[in-house]
């Protein structure tokens, strides 16, 4: 079977098959004078793409659960036609695009993580603490620059002072404000707390604006 960049909507396939030096009409979506390529070059994508679903007869078919979470295909219609050749060569008992699947266990529970990440970091604490639980789901990777502060790096905060020529305030005053005043700002929502600092004075100098 060979397919062309209208079959799909996915930009990085779309891509990969127009640098195709071949030319013609397509038979899956009967585009005509298109790129086309082997689908059995992409059997590799397809093959990571449907370990990620197991069969559930109380889900949904995996044409319309691809179609309906990523737009992958460009219509149901290239969909099915595709999935239905490319599934009997895959290692895989999804063997049809009528055939219910659902996410497997892996899957499912790294969404219930991100759900539960993405609203700790709207609502409750914009920095991630939690950095064990970040490592058990191998999401550490996604960091790409990581630092470890020891007890002795210098870090700084500024504070301004509401009257001109009021004396410096107190190394205890220099602390996170109250709740009750910690109002809501671009790294934390309304009434928590965070107290910013930096290795750089500077840095601090303008974040508080200081004339």
Request: contains cysteine; aromatic residues 12%; negative net charge.
């Amino acid at each position: 079977m060979k397919v062309c960049v209208n079959c799909f909507f996915d930009k990085e396939l779309k891509g990969f098959i127009s640098s195709s030096s071949e030319i013609g009409d397509c038979a899956v979506c009967e585009s005509k004078n298109q790129p086309l390529l082997d689908v059995s070059e992409l059997f590799d994508f397809f093959q990571e793409l449907v370990d990620n679903f197991k069969i559930d007869e109380n889900g949904m078919p995996i044409g319309s659960k691809i179609q309906s979470n990523w737009s992958f295909f460009s219509s149901h219609g290239s969909a099915n036609k595709i999935l239905n050749y490319v599934l009997p060569n895959l290692q895989t008992e999804v063997i049809s695009s009528n055939i219910n699947v659902e996410y497997t266990d892996d899957i499912i529970e790294n969404y219930d993580h991100w759900e539960i990440l993405k609203e700790e970091l709207k609502w409750k604490n914009r920095f991630v603490i939690n950095i064990e639980r970040l490592e058990e789901l191998g999401w550490d990777g996604f960091f790409n620059t990581q630092f470890k502060l020891s007890k002795e790096t210098p870090l700084f905060r500024a504070r301004l002072h509401h009257q001109s020529g009021m004396v410096v305030y107190k190394t205890e005053e220099m602390a996170c404000p109250p709740k009750e005043f910690a109002s809501g700002g671009r790294a934390n929502p309304s009434g928590i707390p965070f107290l910013y600092l930096s290795d750089n004075p500077e840095t601090i100098l303008y974040e508080v604006r200081a004339s």
